[in-house]
């Protein structure tokens, strides 16, 4: 939409036609409703008015068939909404198997993101057209809002969890990014741009500037300095269970119960590792809480969700015992 006072955003993602066509089916069920309801009490207030102050109208009794009909013909226009509804949302919130995953972190006032191959940015992205981006967001401070309109997503960054959006962006451009939540004194100044490139012109953007340190390179690397090693040694004498092949399965934990060892799993046993412990294991790990930024959280579990198993071979998470 390119005129001077554009009604809706630009659509510059694979999501958004399907959000606003949905939008415009509701915005036009309610604005016909709208429209009718206010026709309707003119048309009775004039049409029934009181004429006479001995003016007596006739008793009215009930229809079954009227009834009938503004019962049932709301309900299925609800019903198509709340489908409806349904399909885009699921669709929203499935990002593709073979999205690439940016991290990003709010923090008063900006936005801190990370490229899968390691590159930073504040308050911008990069992103090839065409290819499916997974955004895993989260925050260091309050909650903000990551919002694209262009796009059509919009996700909360809420401390100690990780939110998941996606895109796939469908024209080179370069696009509003707010922070959508209020969050202090300069949450209006929270502002960025997505730049959408063709896919030569991002490589060439990635490979610019000095040679990166991949988020699953820096993790390994604080697990070293960190002496992870120590208990969560890959031959399963240590003390804590192995973590190679963990990621993303379920594990059994002491209390009987089990857990998928997801993001927000992995980031809990680190921050407060005696809330869910692993069955068959004493609650001895200490807590990394206030040693580890987001950011090397992030990478620590980029690491740990690096550590797969080669294909064929047998799992022995020590975690399923
Ligand atoms: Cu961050 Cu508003």
């Known amino acids: 939409m390119n005129s001077a006072f554009p009604l809706v955003p630009e659509r510059a993602s694979s999501l958004a036609g399907e959000v606003d066509a949905l939008f415009l089916f509701i915005l036009g069920v309610t604005g016909l409703f709208a429209v009718g309801i206010w026709i309707a009490l003119l048309f009775f207030a004039i049409r029934y008015r009181r004429r006479s102050s001995d003016d007596r109208p006739a008793e009215i009794h009930g229809s079954l068939a009227l009834e009938l009909v503004w019962t ?27 999205a690439m995953t940016v991290s990003v972190v709010g923090k008063r006032w900006m936005w801190k993101l990370q490229h899968p191959t390691g590159q930073r940015e504040i308050n911008e992205l990069h992103v090839p057209v065409g290819r499916a981006v997974k955004l895993v967001i989260t925050s260091e401070d ?5 919002f694209v309109p262009a796009f059509r997503i919009k996700k909360d960054a809420v ?7 996606w895109f796939r962006a469908t024209k080179a451009g370069t696009y509003h990014l707010f922070c959508a939540e209020y969050c ?22 990635l490979a610019g500037g000095p040679a990166p340190e991949s988020p699953v390179v820096a993790g390994e690397k604080l697990f070293t300095e960190l002496n992870c ?18 990621f993303g399965r379920p594990v059994n ?69």
């Open 184 to 205: 202090g004194t300069e949450h209006s100044r929270m502002i960025g741009r997505v730049v959408v490139m063709p896919p030569e012109d991002y490589q060439t953007w």
């Open 72 to 98: 049932i013909i709301p309900f299925l226009l609800m019903v198509v909404m709340f489908v409806w509804g349904a399909k885009v949302y699921f669709h929203m919130n499935r990002p593709p198997d073979d």
């Open 229 to 246: 090693l120590t208990c969560h040694r890959p031959d399963s004498a240590g003390r804590g269970p192995v973590l190679l092949g963990i």
């Open 253 to 321: 934990l002491a209390a009987g119960d089990t857990v998928v060892a997801d993001e927000a799993y992995v980031r809990e046993s680190i921050l407060s590792p005696a809330a869910r412990v692993v069955a068959g294991y004493q609650p001895v790990m200490p807590t990394y809480q206030g040693q580890v930024s987001e950011e090397q959280l992030i990478a620590l579990i980029a690491y740990i969700q690096s550590l797969q198993v080669p294909s064929g071979a047998p799992v022995d998470g020590g975690a399923s015992r």
């Open 159 to 165: 401390p100690g969890r990780y939110n998941t959006a």
């Open 142 to 146: 309050t909650i903000h809002s990551f």
